[in-house]
């Protein structure tokens, strides 16, 4: 099995590595597109800003790349809201793999989410064996509303997409590599696919 | 629904911890990794790790430790002594560290938080507020709470907010220690003023304390360390009895 994380400069990837780490398998960091196209799998991490984020993929080419990739990826929190066709953080257009656009919670509630949060209605193979309801580490301000590829929702001020996929592309707002046991099941099932 | 977070706080000197901790089914009770991973297993939603150490060498031995603490425990957790710069942080982050806390050096240097945050991002700075009341104003304390400053613990919460925070965790000096309870009413200003988390520290000893401190004190999140190093108060035991309160809790 060879898995890929996509290099690009962003946030905490140490914990990905060490949560598939713990499940046997060894993940690479690399910003090659000849290695990232020949992996398994492919991770697409991300913490911080859209707009600079954006702004390094574009840098190295990697925002054409990700878009063609066909083996299963998986985009954890700011992976996920890159992947989408916009945001309203930094005004940013996103890779347009999921039709949808990110927008930030309003003001009624303290932003950013930061805690465990339920996930219900799941809907993918990506959630093999989760019960409804388990709850997930999330850290977040911005979110990707309820849409046609929504494969999780959670009610933060308003009932969201906490999981997308479409074809092979798969996302999640919250962090498996943080979430226990059920993260590490997440995990699990998409080293499986 | 967003659940209310229990936090247990390790204070870590020289990469071992201190203050003593009873849990009998430790080989080794001393080092943090293996108490960490105990605190994960049984429910603990965070962890924070509290640098005391004055050597020269604390830098390598706090990232060491980070990075073992990382490779190991599969829920989220802060780092927080000692840490004064950007070039600190991004070490830190770096061995796998969810988030920093700082303390003294963001009120020396109020920068530090808008640099943190825009290099970062909020969700990682969490700014610890020590504070105690003298003469009925909250007021911050430095240095582990021995040197007053002239801020008010709401003004510069707000400050430490609209410079980028990501949290605040307050621990009232007036409480810590007593275990008769959190600064609740001071955390329920705090959490009303704020658009941000607050997690309360300083005071637990029963479970009531934490029923209190998350409904009438409007807490997001309660840090405690001896009630649960010493089994005084079991985490799982604690969930269900918040749970049993209509408190949203993850079991």
Redesign the interface.
């Known amino acids: 099995m060879k898995l890929v994380i996509i290099n690009y400069g962003a946030?905490?990837i140490?914990?990905i590595k060490?949560?598939f780490?713990?499940l046997g398998v060894d993940a690479v960091l690399s910003d090659d597109a000849e290695e990232i196209k020949a992996a398994d799998k492919v991770i697409f991490p991300g913490?911080?800003?859209a707009s600079s984020a954006m702004a390094k993929l574009r840098d190295t080419g990697l925002d054409k790349l990700i878009p063609t990739l066909t083996q299963p990826v998986l985009g954890i929190c700011l992976g996920m809201q890159l992947m989408c066709k916009h945001s309203t953080e930094g005004d940013t257009t996103g890779l347009g793999i999921f039709d949808v656009s990110v927008t930030k919670f309003s003001?009624s509630v303290?932003?950013?989410?930061?805690?465990?949060?339920?996930v219900s209605n799941l809907n993918s193979p990506l959630f093999e064996g989760i019960p409804e309801n388990s709850?997930m580490?999330l850290?977040?301000?911005f979110y990707a509303p309820k849409c046609e590829e929504l494969i999780a929702e959670t009610?933060?001020d308003v009932k969201y997409a906490s999981a997308l996929q479409k074809d092979n592309f798969y996302g999640v707002q919250f962090?498996p590599?943080?979430?226990?046991?059920v993260?590490?099941q997440v995990l699990k099932n998409f080293l499986q696919m | 629904m967003l659940t209310k977070r229990i936090i247990p706080c390790l204070d870590i000197k020289n990469g071992r911890t201190v203050k003593g901790v009873n849990f009998i089914d430790l080989r080794d009770a001393g080092d943090p990794v293996e108490l960490a991973a105990k605190y994960a297993e049984t429910g603990a939603d965070e962890l924070v790790f509290l640098d005391i150490s004055a050597t020269e060498e604390r830098r390598k031995t706090l990232a060491d430790l980070v990075l073992r603490v990382a490779e190991k425990i599969n829920i989220p957790f802060t780092v927080g002594g000692g840490i004064s710069s950007v070039e600190d942080v991004d070490i830190l982050l770096q061995n796998g560290a969810d988030k920093v806390s700082i303390n003294s050096s963001a009120v020396k240097n109020p920068k530090l938080i808008n640099e943190l945050a825009a290099k970062f991002g909020s969700q990682c700075v969490v700014v610890a507020i020590d504070a105690k009341q003298i003469n009925g104003k909250w007021t911050v304390h430095l240095v582990g709470g021995k040197v007053p400053t002239d801020l008010d613990l709401f003004e510069w919460a707000q400050e430490v907010e609209s410079r980028g925070a990501g949290e605040i965790l307050f621990t009232s000096m007036d409480h810590d220690g007593t275990k008769a309870g959190f600064a609740d009413e001071a955390l329920a200003r705090l959490s009303e003023l704020l658009n941000i988390p607050v997690i309360a520290s300083g005071g637990a000893g029963t479970m009531q304390h934490f029923t209190d401190t998350f409904t009438s004190g409007k807490a997001d999140a309660a840090l405690a360390a001896s009630v649960f190093h010493f089994h005084e108060i079991d985490i799982p035991l604690l969930k269900l009895e918040l749970k049993s309160k209509n408190i949203p809790i993850r079991l």
């Open positions: 946030g905490n140490q914990s060490f949560a780490k713990r913490v911080g800003e003001n303290k932003v950013p989410q930061i805690g465990w949060n339920e709850h580490y850290v977040h301000s009610m933060y962090h590599e943080k979430s226990g046991l993260g590490e």
